[in-house]
Nanobody, 125 residues
Framework: QVQLVESGGGSVQAGGSLRLSCAAT????????VAWFRQAPGKEREGVAS????????YYTDSVKGRFTISQDNAKNTVYLQMNSLKPEDTAMYYC??????????????????WGQGTQVTVSS
């Protein structure tokens, strides 16, 4: 059973930076799809970024391109989301999600079997 633990959320002012971490245990494959989703109050959860572990594949939703960077440390089974130039509209609960045993095939919620508990990001203006 894959377990995901997020960390790194917090409160920052607009223009600031945060780095989220998603540490995984229980992978049975070296190739997994890991994604970050976020959900703001009153809004649907949206996919923000994804990567395939062990590969260079990355995906970003348009609203974060050029500001967010997803990266991985496979020795630690950890995926990071570096968030720069944060905006108030980035305020949300951020969730890490994983699909074990294969490359990313999209960032729809239904593609992911495992979810973390979430970490809150609050950006003030």
């Amino acid at each position: 059973q894959v377990q995901l633990v997020e960390s790194g959320g917090g409160s920052v002012q607009a223009g600031g930076s945060l780095r989220l971490s998603c540490a995984a245990t229980g992978y049975t494959s070296s190739r997994n799809c890991v994604a970050w989703f976020r959900q703001a109050p009153g809004k649907e959860r949206e996919g923000v970024a994804s990567c395939t572990t062990g590969s260079t594949f990355t995906y970003y939703t348009d609203s974060v391109k050029g500001r967010f960077t997803i990266s991985q440390d496979n020795a630690k089974n950890t995926v990071y989301l570096q968030m720069n130039s944060l905006k108030p509209e980035d305020t949300a609960m951020y969730y890490c999600a994983a699909r074990s045993g294969g490359a990313c095939i999209g960032i729809r919620e239904s593609n992911f079997h495992y979810w973390g508990q979430g970490t809150q990001v609050t950006v003030s203006s």
